[in-house]
Structures are given as structure tokens and as C-alpha cells.
């Protein structure tokens, strides 16, 4: 009886994690991607109007180079030895692009920036 | 505690940094950091279904702590020693409850237990924009323990078939 409970409530939090997928993955693209470190929000960036351009970002030494080209955001170059942020290529839903040892985070942001921005 | 206990342990907590290190060369399709087989529990799970807790408490310290200097990444330790200390304590509990012939669910919950510690070292670290990965990490997660309390469970029954644990249990 108690194992059919924690089936029920294991299927549960399966298909609560699929339906968040799905919600992160179809979160609607604004275009401003804002890009934080260290639990700070350093620049928001409207990528659709940005020119293109490198941004470097430092933590405690370490490097990520942020580039943006055609509209598009990704992470080109970063000196840890797993390249996780390189790998995630650009960002192109809700899923953010992280650096876990550089404590960087670059997501879209929510509408009700825009206001921020202008 | 006696020798033979010991050595057994320090057995166990070897086999788990042998998979550990071979599952780090097996490349990563998802880039999501935290998504992976964590085959090494197997190892966990195997103890925690017969020996002690405190006993299972050192296996997986141990373990966690030369796999973070194995792995050349110490920030990794934070992450995975707070994901590994609600798992062991969540299945410790889940184990008076879930009998030894259901470990993959016990797994299960263990997974995804130690994806919550993870995301909330993360969240207290990074900032919340990293709760967007919670869901993936859910869904690897159970996916990932059902895996491996399966053969964790197969390994049980293979040695409770030749009686080669009978002395443990």
C-alpha cells in the first residue's frame, strides 16, 4: 500500500518535471538577455538591436568572452577545463546558459524589464 | 569497528571512484551541468540497502570528496555534497519503508533529491536564474536513478543468490 503512495508520487514529480520542461522550453523569446554574475544582474542586452560584439566577463581571474553576433548570444571562449557554457551554444529558449566556477548566468529576460532597459 | 568492516568500505568507496572516473571520460550529449548517469551510486545505493547508516554516511563522504579532487574540480564538491547529503538522508528514511525488492524506486527519490540540493546550492550561489534547469534536472534525474537502482537491485539479488553477503545482512 505504501509503495503503490510513492509510485503515485514518483509518476508525479516525473510529470511535473516533463511539464516545467516543456514550459521552460516554450517560455516566449523577448530578445533582452540579461547576463549576471555572482547572483548580480551586470547588463541587460536587447540582442535583436545589439551590434555585434565580444563581451568579457572576469571572475576571481577566471574569463568567459560573451559574443554576440546576428542577433544571437552565446558564450565563444571560456578558460575552465569542462567548457560546459561553450558547449550550450546560443541561447535560444528558457534554459539559461550558466558557468558554474565563474558563477555566470546569461537568460532572456522577463517582459516587464523592457521598461528597465528603455 | 573490525577490519574486515573496513576494508570493505574502503572496497566499496574505491569501486565508486573506479566508475566515477570512467563515467567522466563518457562524453556529456546534454549540456546542462548536474544531467549525468551518476553511475557510482550504484555503489551507494548497493550500501545503503546493507550496511549501517553511519557506515554508508562515510562510504559516500569519502567518496565525494576524492571524486572532487579526481575530477579537478573542487567547486563541484559543494554541489555534489549538498545533493548527496539530502539523498542519503531521504533514502535512509525511504528505506524503512521500501523493501529491497523495490530499490529503483528508492533510487528514484534519491535522485531527485540530490538534484534539489544541487539546484539549491545553486540558487544560494549563482542567483535564481538557474531554476530554469530544475525541470531538466528532475526528469535526467529520474531517469538516471531508475537506472541505477535497477542495477543496484540486480546486484543484490546476484548476491543474495550465491550468498556471498549473507554475513552483512
Same mark, same amino acid.
Not at chain 1, 514529480?13 to 511539464?19: D, K, P, S, Y
Not at chain 1, 551590434?51 to 574569463?63: A, T
Not at chain 2, 570493505?8 to 549525468?36: M, R
Not at chain 2, 548497493?46 to 562515510?58: D, K, L, P
Given at each position: 500500500? +505504501?509503495?503503490?503512495?510513492?509510485?503515485?508520487?514518483? @509518476?508525479?514529480?516525473?510529470?511535473? !518535471?516533463?511539464?516545467?520542461?516543456?514550459?521552460?522550453?516554450?517560455?516566449?523569446?523577448? @530578445?533582452?538577455?540579461?547576463?549576471?554574475?555572482?547572483?548580480?544582474?551586470?547588463?541587460?542586452?536587447?540582442?535583436? +538591436?545589439?551590434?555585434?560584439?565580444?563581451?568579457?566577463?572576469?571572475?576571481? @581571474?577566471?574569463?568567459?568572452?560573451?559574443?554576440?553576433?546576428? !542577433?544571437?548570444?552565446?558564450?565563444?571562449?571560456?578558460?575552465?577545463?569542462?567548457?560546459?557554457?561553450?558547449?550550450?551554444?546560443?541561447?535560444?529558449?528558457?534554459?539559461?546558459?550558466?558557468?558554474?566556477?565563474?558563477?555566470?548566468?546569461?537568460?532572456?529576460?522577463?517582459?516587464?524589464?523592457?521598461?528597465?532597459?528603455? | 569497528?573490525?577490519?574486515?568492516?573496513?576494508?570493505?568500505?574502503?572496497?566499496?568507496?574505491?569501486?565508486?571512484?573506479?566508475?566515477?572516473?570512467?563515467?567522466?571520460?563518457?562524453?556529456?550529449?546534454?549540456?546542462?551541468?548536474?544531467?549525468?548517469?551518476?553511475?557510482?551510486?550504484?555503489?551507494?545505493?548497493?550500501?545503503? &540497502?546493507? &550496511?549501517?547508516?553511519?557506515? %554508508?554516511?562515510?562510504?559516500?563522504?569519502?567518496?565525494?570528496?576524492? #571524486? #572532487?579532487?579526481?575530477?579537478?574540480?573542487?567547486?563541484?564538491?559543494? &554541489?555534489?555534497?549538498?545533493?548527496?547529503?539530502?539523498?542519503?538522508?531521504?533514502?535512509?528514511?525511504?528505506?524503512?519503508?521500501?523493501?529491497?525488492?523495490?530499490?529503483?524506486?528508492?533510487?528514484?527519490?534519491?535522485? %531527485?533529491?540530490?538534484?534539489?540540493?544541487?539546484?539549491?546550492?545553486? %540558487?544560494?550561489?549563482?542567483?535564481?536564474?538557474?531554476?530554469? &534547469?530544475?525541470?531538466?534536472?528532475?526528469?535526467?534525474?529520474?531517469?538516471?536513478?531508475?537506472?541505477?537502482?535497477?542495477?543496484?537491485?540486480?546486484?543484490?539479488?546476484?548476491?543474495?543468490?550465491?550468498?556471498?553477503?549473507?554475513?552483512?545482512?
Amino acid at each position: 500500500m +505504501k509503495i503503490k503512495v510513492l509510485y503515485l508520487i514518483a @509518476g508525479i514529480i516525473f510529470v511535473a !518535471g516533463i511539464a516545467g520542461c516543456i514550459l521552460a522550453l516554450s517560455a516566449p523569446k523577448t @530578445g533582452v538577455v540579461r547576463i549576471s554574475q555572482n547572483g548580480m544582474v551586470v547588463r541587460e542586452i536587447d540582442i535583436s +538591436k545589439a551590434e555585434d560584439q565580444f563581451i568579457e566577463m572576469e571572475f576571481e @581571474g577566471r574569463k568567459n568572452l560573451i559574443e554576440i553576433k546576428n !542577433g544571437e548570444i552565446r558564450v565563444s571562449h571560456a578558460d575552465c577545463s569542462d567548457k560546459v557554457c561553450v558547449n550550450m551554444g546560443r541561447l535560444r529558449s528558457g534554459i539559461p546558459i550558466v558557468c558554474l566556477p565563474n558563477r555566470l548566468v546569461i537568460e532572456f529576460a522577463e517582459n516587464d524589464f523592457d521598461a528597465v532597459v528603455n | 569497528m573490525k577490519a574486515k568492516k573496513m576494508t570493505e568500505l574502503a572496497l566499496l568507496t574505491g569501486i565508486a571512484l573506479v566508475i566515477f572516473v570512467v563515467e567522466l571520460q563518457i562524453p556529456n550529449p546534454f549540456p546542462i551541468p548536474g544531467i549525468k548517469l551518476g553511475l557510482a551510486n550504484i555503489v551507494t545505493i548497493y550500501a545503503m &540497502y546493507h &550496511y549501517r547508516a553511519c557506515e %554508508v554516511m562515510m562510504v559516500v563522504g569519502v567518496r565525494i570528496f576524492l #571524486a #572532487a579532487i579526481f575530477g579537478g574540480n573542487m567547486t563541484a564538491l559543494l &554541489y555534489s555534497f549538498a545533493g548527496s547529503v539530502l539523498c542519503v538522508a531521504g533514502m535512509l528514511f525511504l528505506k524503512r519503508i521500501i523493501d529491497s525488492s523495490h530499490i529503483w524506486l528508492s533510487s528514484v527519490f534519491g535522485a %531527485v533529491l540530490h538534484n534539489s540540493g544541487q539546484i539549491a546550492v545553486a %540558487v544560494f550561489m549563482i542567483g535564481k536564474g538557474i531554476i530554469g &534547469y530544475f525541470p531538466f534536472l528532475i526528469v535526467s534525474g529520474c531517469l538516471a536513478g531508475a537506472f541505477t537502482g535497477f542495477c543496484a537491485q540486480l546486484i543484490t539479488k546476484r548476491f543474495l543468490k550465491k550468498d556471498i553477503s549473507k554475513d552483512k545482512m
